[in-house]
């Protein structure tokens, strides 16, 4: 059964996962994926960065507040990484742990949309976006994007939530998505955006699903591993020759 992610807006209400949407939770998101993940996420995150091989330039597609993007910076010490988000409050959000992480040398935000990036073909060696492909309206058009501005062999490594329809824990994590992401969020934000985040999360596809998505946007799919009991995938795809 499908799930309607996008319910009727109030008059001048954010769409549910844009950047407007983002921009009135920015400051607290990062402890909020802390307490809601258990801390989780941030080895997730690491696995993703580390497997785009040895980028030297390298393109964070929904960057947020910056996590990953430090997080590659400090991984790849010779890299450089240009960070593009649709939330300009996210983005301020992300320029001040730069700042204070001395990465400003080799970090650049900007604000931009994953289906149009202001970026040369073939212009890095790798591409992620954690979290975001699923806030992104054209899916297709932001995985042609990032096809498009990696180099033909370089790596585009997506992390993404999911929720689990098979396995012992499946009703466990589902109670989790369907429950307690919403609730503790809605609670520690003070807001309603994370009653978006749970039907996000059952509405994207199952990972046979989204690989075929990624492969007739011209990517070669070449891994997809599973996290924690299937609640997050990393799906990680190779960038084919332009024709």
Not at 71 to 77: E, G, K, S, V
Not at 135 to 164: F, K, S, T, W, Y
Not at 169 to 190: D, K, N
Not at 201 to 226: C, K, N, R, W
Request: net charge neutral.
């Amino acid at each position: 059964m499908s799930v309607d992610v996008q319910a009727p807006l109030a008059p001048g209400a954010p769409r549910g996962g844009s950047g407007a949407m983002f921009d009135g939770i920015a400051d607290r998101y990062d402890l909020l994926n802390r307490i809601i993940s258990l801390g989780i996420d941030q080895r997730w995150r690491r696995k993703t960065v580390r497997s785009l091989g040895e980028p030297k330039r390298i393109l964070d597609v929904a960057t947020g507040t910056a996590d990953l993007a430090i997080l590659a910076a400090n991984i790849f010490p010779k890299a450089n990484i240009v960070g593009t988000d649709p939330s300009v409050k996210m983005l301020e959000v992300g320029e001040r742990k730069v700042e204070k992480a001395g990465l400003s040398s080799r970090i650049t935000l900007a604000q931009g949309s994953a289906e149009q990036i202001d970026e040369e073909t073939d212009s890095f060696d790798g591409a992620t976006i954690a979290f975001g492909i699923r806030n992104v309206p054209d899916r297709q058009a932001g995985l042609r994007e990032m096809a498009r501005v990696v180099r033909p062999g370089g790596r585009i490594a997506i992390l993404e939530l999911g929720e689990p329809r098979t396995g012992l824990m499946g009703p466990l994590a589902r109670f989790h998505i369907h429950t307690i992401v919403p609730v503790l969020g809605g609670l520690l934000s003070g807001s309603k955006e994370y009653k978006y985040l749970q039907r996000s999360i059952a509405a994207f596809p199952e990972p046979d699903e989204f690989t075929a998505v990624m492969e007739s946007a011209g990517l070669e799919v070449i891994e997809v591993v599973p996290f924690t009991f299937g609640v997050c995938h990393l799906y990680v795809g190779q960038a084919r020759k332009k024709a």
